[in-house]
């Protein structure tokens, strides 16, 4: 049921790359986790393990087909996710006027998997304005807003704070909270920017994820950084948001809650 | 009311009292006597009440008075006058030791246990503080952290000064400071040492309070939160005093075998004996790691310069205007233990001077300004001082009997045992009880073995001669490079020791064939359990003079804190440290990756900020890798000693586990028996070193030949 | 464990959790986030409106509006050979090397617009007549000599005004350096106001 969305007001901060890791983690706690691309790039997959040349999507059949569920892949155990897909550039500005202006559109394509009970749904957006992000947004319990720990993220902090994201505020259930990638201790700027994003936000910085090459090397491996490089740092700090996330969304493993598994049309 | 009750308890006990004192008893009767007392005491023991402990101190305190008079009524008739002569000398001796237990029991009665006196939340209420950390010979490389750490401490920047007092006048610690932004203060002569030095400092600045470190004690970053604190609360107070806490092991620890795991020798007067002088307002200021109210000061005219322990006897001065001292009981600075037993012989030696100095000079039982629990608090802390003789004396007692036959005891050996034996073992139970976890049994003796043959001179003439003899500073930090046995330390140990060796093999030589000699085989029996006691003591005395080789500079602390280990690849690991020092760390595995990629730097992640530093890899194994840190600029320094050495809790340990006094002893013979044993071995390897190392010249000889 | 707290573990041990010390440690670090223009902006956000806070340098003043008819393509004169003087002939240098060197049009494009302001930041700072053009970097080095080297090469190269700083003793710079930082690295943002209008006085 938990619907996180994923997002940053600036391209290139690790948005796909922490939706990834971040599912992985909430899936290694105990929960089953729901991972959904939003963004036309289809980079989301690639962290899963699904091959480049696999386009399979929900964005070509959600045009047609009402129950977006169909379209989920498993990606190992409790861990699935929802590709975007190969699209043409029509079948794209469709799905995006369907969501502008449809407002049941979205309602309708993911209710089996909302409804779901106990899955937790984390979404991966494009940068910047976008009407994916502005339709879910009403629906999300918590937004995590990425960014890098660097001046041109930080520049557009004031961005955010005047929801210029989505011309409204962000997030009307759980709030929106900040997680700040790549910060490297040792370079000059990255700690700086660091250390004025912690006094300036507060609680309100989730984690802090450290500068790691692994999570690159993972990336390219198509693994998750936990199976990857179990010592890497980053892997420890994005456990760390985990598991506040978890906290905020009141998700709680080990209160005797059974889940039946997920029928999936596909594997 | 309580008042009038108590008076009348004493009154109604008095009698009784001075009859278990004065009853002269047969040796049978002693004995029961003595055993049934014993017998009390022990099933009194199973309550661990402190009321209970003053029972039994009580108790103690009239056994050990009936010795003493039992020993001055009946046992002080000789036949000759050497055995007059030696007779009195024991006689003193044993009176010196009641004295002190007596003392010590009221010192140490009523443990104060003080807690921390939090600050008020608005800073600007908070007093000006000057930090001095005063130095004359020690090495840059000591003071650096200790002034480092000093700028680690919490408090307002604004209210709190660092002033390194530079007695050397050294370029290069006028360059430091400047670079590390704290004052430097010199002066133009160095007269009275480092009394003169601070006095000189108190001239130029102008903090509320004064805060002293010696240049080797690096202060956690809590000190001034958790002592300031009392200032403000009461106004009458001119000092707290924290514990001194070593980091690095003392020769006791470092070169007995059995050192590493008993109370440090510091333990009991930075524990019970500051704790007991609390409760009575006589904690005295012990040059370092505390707080002192400038005002106070002032009134006195500075610290003292008179004698050579400047501190104790400020704090006497000051006392004696009507201020107030306490003591603190938590270890919030810490510094490096004499390195080696001679330098700890030449402080300590300084220490007894200086406190024989101010026994004469200022003597706490006369002048105005103190109470009576003051008085003798500060005069068993003198006395204490005074213990070489005695000592001596009884290391050497048996001596007389068992080589020359001398006589210096009137009573029959039964009688004496009957009466010596609740007096001995009610003072080392009471001991264990009381301060089992500060000191272990027996240890004392070691301790003051080891210094007796040294303070005989000293003690007595500064006694006699009060202003003699001048300040000799203790050397901090220097490297122990080989390891060697310091014979000229426990040269009068090794004589004595050789001749009551001597003396015991006659005794029972003499025992065995007791008619033929005509000696009384019981009076060789306690004697030569007398001398065998004292050989046991005196053997692990020597045995601290082995002196280990001490590996490297920095002391390893044992931690663990998480580490972020950067790679040259650019992957980040995350693993823990398992120990700690400013040279280096030691990081548990957390993977293969550093067999094939460089680490190139890790960051220590503490809650305040974290602190990466450049390492070169020196060994690894499977657990873990031993890195070594890499010259880093004066503020990464200080970064560091803020996660190495002024970490708040840094130095609290729990305390060691109660005393046992069998235990105790066994392992005090356990060292003994490791000072033949592994210098047998150490020879043996030398030897077999040795033989290679001529086999391998042999061989390139004949290479070179050939 | 993500981190060591070791004054909550103080606490701990010495059961001292009812004290709220204080964690002063961001004392000593130094306070380089507001040597930082994008970071100063952000913290200043609310603050009253000072124009150094809400520069980025003051090195390099911010963009102004240009002027209405800036970009009036009438102004153009084919290229001639204009002596260097007064501050009212804007962009006349610039015009002739743009006529004469047609590849680096949009090079020139911003020397032009800088160029303009750096006159409006002069004859804010420094009434002088004379200031004379700069030739800024992009413009390639083929320019003949007339065009003098004056303060702009100074602003946009820092390396050279902390030179004469490094000659000295080393052990001068360490003793009087504030927290370990030189000169060396934010010149462009930390030269104060005095040296850099005593450096436009002595490039004319």
């Known amino acids: 049921m938990p619907l996180v969305c994923v997002c940053s007001p600036k391209g290139g901060v690790g948005k796909t790359t922490v939706t990834a890791n971040l599912a992985y983690a909430l899936a290694r706690a105990g929960s089953k986790v729901l991972a959904i691309d939003f963004d036309v790039q289809n980079a989301l997959r690639l962290h899963f393990g699904v091959p480049l040349s696999d386009g399979r999507g929900y964005v070509t059949k959600a045009i047609e087909s009402a129950d977006w569920s169909q379209s989920v892949l498993t990606a190992g155990s409790n861990m699935f996710v929802l590709p975007y897909g190969d699209v043409t550039e029509d079948q794209r500005l469709e799905f995006e006027h369907l969501l502008a202006t449809d407002s049941h559109f979205l309602m309708r394509g993911l209710s089996t998997l909302l409804n779901y009970p106990g899955l937790v749904i984390i979404a991966d957006f494009p940068p910047g304005p976008n009407p994916a992000l502005k339709a879910v947004s009403r629906l999300a319990d918590l937004h995590l807003v990425t960014m890098l720990a660097d001046t041109a993220s930080l520049s557009l902090l004031p961005h955010i704070e005047n929801h210029r994201l989505i011309g409204e505020p962000l997030n009307n259930k759980a709030g929106y909270y900040f997680v700040l990638n790549q910060s490297d201790n040792r370079r000059h700027i990255s700690r700086d920017v660091t250390a004025f994003m912690q006094q300036h936000l507060g609680d309100r910085l989730l984690g802090v994820i450290n500068r790691d090459e692994s999570v690159a090397e993972a990336n390219a491996s198509q693994q998750s950084i936990f199976d990857f490089s179990p010592a890497s740092a980053a892997a420890f700090d994005i456990e760390l948001i985990s598991k506040r996330v978890a906290a905020i969304l009141g998700i709680k493993i080990g209160d005797g809650a059974v889940h039946t598994a997920l029928r999936t049309s596909n594997f | 009311m309580k008042k009038v009750l108590f008076y009348l308890l004493l009154l109604v006990l008095a009698p009784i009292a001075v009859l278990i004192i004065i009853t002269p008893m047969d040796s049978q009767k002693q004995y029961i006597f003595g055993f049934i007392s014993l017998a009390i005491l022990f099933l009194l023991g199973f309550s661990k009440k402190h009321s209970v402990s003053i029972i039994m101190m009580l108790v103690s305190v009239l056994m050990s008075t009936r010795y003493i008079y039992f020993r001055a009524t009946q046992t002080l008739h000789f036949n000759s006058e050497i055995e007059a002569i030696l007779g009195i000398g024991l006689f003193l001796a044993e009176l010196y030791i009641w004295v002190v237990l007596l003392l010590s029991y009221l010192q140490t009665a009523f443990p104060l246990k003080r807690g921390i006196v939090p600050l ?96 080797d004690h690096v202060a956690t970053r809590i000190f001034l939160q958790a002592t300031v604190g009392a200032f403000l609360q009461d106004p009458k107070l001119a000092l707290l005093q924290t514990p001194h806490y ?42 370092s790691c505390a707080v002192i109210r400038r005002s106070a000061l002032e009134e006195i005219g500075g610290f003292a310069v008179e004698t050579v322990t400047e501190d104790a006897h400020t704090a006497l001065k000051m006392q004696r205007l009507g201020w107030k001292s306490a003591f603190l009981d ?56 005074q213990f070489a003789l005695p000592r001596v004396a009884f290391v050497t007692a048996p001596l007389a009997y068992l080589l020359f036959n001398l006589n210096i005891i009137h009573s029959s050996a039964s009688l004496i045992f009957a009466y010596a034996l609740p007096h001995l073992i009610l003072s080392i139970y009471l001991n264990s009880r009381m301060n089992g976890r500060y000191r272990y049994s027996f240890w004392g003796e070691i301790y003051d073995m080891v210094m007796a043959f040294h303070l005989v001179l000293p003690t007595a003439v500064t006694m006699l001669f009060p202003k003699r ?17 310091d014979f000229s330390v426990v040269r009068p140990h090794m004589i004595v020791a050789v001749l009551l060796a001597v003396a015991v093999i006659a005794g029972i030589v003499r025992a065995c064939a007791h008619d033929y000699f005509g000696v009384d085989p019981n009076v060789i029996a306690l004697n030569v359990g007398w001398g065998l006691y004292s050989l046991v003591f005196l053997l692990a005395a020597i045995a601290v003079a082995r002196e280990t080789r001490q590996t490297r500079k920095t002391i390893r602390i044992d931690v663990d804190i998480p580490v972020v280990i ?23 595995v957390p993977d293969d990756r550093h067999l094939t990629d460089e680490i190139e730097e890790i960051e220590l992640q503490l809650k305040s900020g974290s602190i990466s530093i450049p390492v070169q890899v020196i060994a690894n194994d499977e657990q873990a890798i031993r890195l070594q840190f890499e010259e880093i600029p004066l503020d990464r320094r200080r970064e560091l000693v803020r996660v190495v050495l002024a970490r708040a809790d840094a130095w609290i340990h729990p305390p060691k586990p109660q005393d046992n ?16 044993w592994l210098t047998w071995k150490s020879r043996r390897e030398n030897r077999r070193l040795r033989q290679e190392e001529a086999k391998r010249m042999e061989s390139a000889s004949e290479d070179n030949v050939t | 464990m993500k981190n060591y707290d070791d004054l909550q573990r103080f606490k701990d041990k010495t059961r001292t959790g009812a004290i709220e010390f204080k964690d002063m440690s961001a004392q000593n670090k130094h306070s380089d986030t507001s040597n930082w223009a994008i970071i100063k902006q952000l913290m200043n956000t609310g603050d009253d409106d000072s124009v150094l806070s809400h520069a980025g340098s003051i090195a390099v003043p911010a963009p102004q509006a240009v002027k209405a008819d800036e970009f009036d393509a009438s102004h153009f004169r084919p290229l001639v050979a204009q002596p260097i003087s007064s501050t009212a002939a804007q962009g006349s240098i610039l015009d002739s090397l743009q006529s004469a060197l047609p590849d680096t049009k949009t090079a020139a494009f911003q020397p032009e617009q800088t160029q303009h302001t750096t006159a409006t930041l002069f004859e804010q700072l420094a009434p002088v007549t004379a200031a004379p053009e700069a030739a800024v970097e992009p413009i390639p080095h083929s320019i003949p000599e007339p065009v003098k080297e004056t303060v702009k090469p100074a602003l946009v190269s820092p390396p050279q005004a902390p030179a004469p700083v490094t000659t000295e003793p080393v052990r001068f710079d360490k003793l009087f350096a504030a927290k370990g930082n030189t000169a060396r690295s934010h010149p462009a943002k930390d030269l104060p106001l005095q040296p850099l209008l005593e450096m436009i006085a002595s490039c004319r």
């Open chain 2, 246 to 287: 070593f980091y690095s092991p003392d020769p006791f620890e470092r070169n007995l075998s059995g050192g590493k795991n008993i109370p440090n020798e510091g333990a009991l007067f930075y524990g019970p004996i500051q704790q007991g002088n609390d409760n009575w307002n006589a904690t005295f200021f012990c040059g």
């Open chain 2, 566 to 588: 950067h790679y040259a690849s650019g992957i980040s690991s995350r693993s823990n440290t398992l120990d700690l020092s400013m040279g280096g760390c030691r990081i548990a």
């Open chain 2, 330 to 385: 938590i270890p919030l600075a810490a510094g490096l233990a004499t390195e080696r037993l001679v330098l700890h012989v030449i402080q300590r030696t300084r220490w007894a001077r200086g406190m024989t100095q101010i026994f004469r000079l200022d003597n706490p039982l006369f002048g105005r300004g103190l109470k009576w629990q003051q008085r003798l608090c500060y005069l068993n802390a003198m006395l204490y001082f």
């Open chain 2, 661 to 676: 006094p069998f235990r105790s002893l066994l392992i005090i013979i356990r060292c003994v028996f490791d000072l033949f």
């Open chain 2, 469 to 485: 003899g001048k300040f000799n500073v203790t050397d901090k930090g220097a490297l122990l490079n080989v390891g060697y046995f």
């Open chain 2, 120 to 215: 008020p939340d608005d800073t600007s209420t908070w007093p000006t503080v000057d930090v001095y950390v005063p130095s004359y010979n020690e090495s840059l490389e000591v003071v650096r952290d200790t002034v480092l750490a000093a700028q680690c401490i919490d408090y307002p920047r604004d209210k709190i000064k660092i002033y390194l007092l530079d007695d050397g006048k050294r370029r290069e610690f006028a360059v430091f400071a400047a670079d590390a932004g704290v004052g430097y203060i010199t002066r133009n002569d160095n007269s009275h040492a480092k009394a003169g030095n601070l006095n000189h400092a108190m001239k130029l600045t102008k903090g509320e309070l004064i805060c002293v470190f010696d240049c």
